[in-house]
């Protein structure tokens, strides 16, 4: 098996896999700054009430990426003891 540095077709999946999510991220980043930026020179009261949104937000966010990666820990899991009956559900869960 070659390492994943060496072999450049992997490179080029793994990347097209990342971007998106850089993207995402990074677009997530620059709205939060500019929510900073604009309610700073309106008071106080409303950039508390922003940040609050966001702890919620991120709150959620957190939720939902804890959900995920258990769902991926556990599906990877079974598909190594190929019990797709428990796949099934395991993903029929995550996505309830």
Do not use: E
């Not at 556990?74 to 309830?96: E, M, N, P, S």
């Amino acid at each position: 098996m070659k390492n994943l540095l060496v072999n450049p077709k992997m490179s080029r999946q793994l990347t097209a896999l990342m971007l998106p999510v850089v993207l995402q991220n990074l677009l997530g980043a620059i709205v939060n700054s500019a929510d900073v930026f604009m309610l700073s020179s309106v008071s106080q009261s409303a950039l508390s009430a922003s940040s609050l949104a966001a702890q919620i937000t991120y709150i959620l966010s957190l939720f939902h990426w804890s959900l995920t990666t258990g769902t991926t820990i556990l599906t990877a899991q079974y598909f190594g003891k190929r019990d797709l009956h428990v796949i099934r559900l395991v993903q029929g869960l995550g996505v309830l």
